[in-house]
């Protein structure tokens, strides 16, 4: 029964329950670290709370009140997901995403990692129609709009590599060499040293990465790439959690939720 | 694609990528928006020093301190490193006030973690990096500074 209800549903309405049931069980599963990361002896080592639009200062929870919104925020995703108020119970979740999270990312362990989520709550919120039907063609801008979203996080991140480095020392491979060395002075990585050693492997990675940055945008206009992007970016993620411990796999796995979707509705069209 | 797309939908698409347009070329982090500057920067081995903890039990021995939250010891390396340079480590130096203070936070966060760790007094190394060619390189970790742990707890250093 739940799986023929999920399948009445089209790509973006299919996105909103499965990256809403994501989103709500992973920081339910990562309250213990979170509780430990909203400890006020972090205030000193990792400076105060972030502010939204770096202007708007919003009130630090205590600890057990920042639990409970942790709690409340995963029970409006989930109760959105379940088609419960859909999108008053995704308005909760926006206010309180920025309460949970303010004391969280200025930890790297959150960081810039959950920076897409309030963004794809408002494409959610925006989007007229989440429980259409497959056959009732809804519009596919908040698709569309999503992957613009996980375009954003890869083709800035190359543009700011060209404006900080320049694209031919970049692909020379010697300023991600110097990383991969740095992060093993810090981490004692051995498979960051050990790849810091070929400099010819250095280059053809540094290269391979900004190709691929460089050209996320061809989601926007051929959906057929959807797929093969999402592999590659995974793969990205995954190297980088092996190479120099930078884990960002289990926050953005949920966006790309939208390039599996897309991409498998696509095929499924064609078919 | 585009069959169905419709005012609301071009408007709030357009006004997403002005905001995505702007914050890239302005390397502006605005939170939620970002960008995303990671590994932007050519850094130089040389220059940086990477502080790093050993911690010292009772009996004398050493060993690096490893959190379970990695971030951290990189985090009180770079705030030691930054509070270094008007005042630099060395075995006879004395702590700078907040210098001290960030040697406090690490050993709250040390004894936050392992509440009956046997802690004697906290070793400051200097880890620089020496690469003989482009393919290899070396580390070398220089103790610069030794606090007993009493010392910071009474503050009477």
């Keep these: 029964m739940l799986i023929d209800s999920l399948m009445s549903l089209n790509t973006i309405g299919l996105f909103h329950v499965f990256f809403c049931s994501y989103v709500a069980i992973l920081v339910l599963v990562s309250l213990p670290i979170y509780r430990k990361l909203i400890d006020p002896q972090y205030d000193f080592i990792y400076g105060k709370t972030a502010k939204v639009f770096n202007r708007i200062e919003l009130p630090t929870p205590s600890m057990g009140a920042h639990s409970v919104c942790v709690v409340i925020f995963a029970a409006s995703l989930m109760f959105s997901a379940l088609g419960f108020f859909i999108k008053p119970m995704l308005l909760l979740a926006l206010i309180l995403y920025f309460i949970v999270f303010s004391s969280l990312i200025r930890h790297e362990e959150v960081g810039r990692k959950t920076h897409l989520y309030p963004l794809i709550i408002v494409v959610l919120l925006l989007t007229p129609d989440l429980n259409s039907g497959a056959e009732q063609e809804n519009a596919y801008w908040p698709v569309w709009l999503i992957k613009l979203l996980w375009v954003q996080l890869y083709f800035s991140a190359a543009i700011q590599k060209i404006i900080g480095t320049g694209l031919r020392q970049w692909m020379s491979g010697a300023s991600f060499q110097t990383y991969l060395i740095a992060h093993d002075a810090w981490y004692d990585i051995p498979m960051a040293k050990a790849l810091a050693k070929k400099p010819m492997l250095c280059a053809l990675m540094a290269s391979a990465v900004i190709l691929f940055q460089l050209t996320t945008w061809l989601v926007l206009l051929f959906p057929q790439l959807s797929l093969i992007y999402a592999f590659v970016g995974l793969l990205f993620h995954v190297s980088t959690g092996v190479v120099m411990r930078i884990h960002y796999l289990k926050y953005i796995v949920a966006s790309y939720l939208i390039l599996l979707l897309d991409g498998a509705s696509f095929y499924s069209l064609l078919n | ?157």
């Design chain 2, 1 to 157: 694609m585009f069959d169905n797309i419709d005012a609301h939908g071009v408007t709030v698409c357009a006004l997403f990528l002005l905001v995505f347009i702007r914050i890239t070329l302005a390397s502006k982090d605005s939170w939620p928006f970002s960008a995303y500057p990671m590994f932007y920067k050519p850094i130089q081995l040389w220059e940086p020093r990477y502080y790093r903890l050993k911690l010292e039990n009772n009996g004398g021995d050493r060993h690096w301190w490893a959190p379970k939250v990695k971030r951290h010891q990189r985090r009180i390396g770079v705030l030691l490193e930054r509070h270094s340079t008007v005042n630099k480590l060395t075995l006879d130096s004395k702590l700078s006030a907040s210098q001290q203070q960030v040697l406090i936070a690490a050993k709250q966060l040390i004894c936050s973690e392992q509440p009956h760790v046997q802690l004697q007094a906290l070793c400051v190394y200097e880890r620089r990096v020496k690469r003989s060619d482009n393919k290899d390189y070396q580390i070398i970790d220089v103790l610069v500074h030794r606090v007993e742990i009493e010392q910071l707890h009474s503050g009477s250093y």
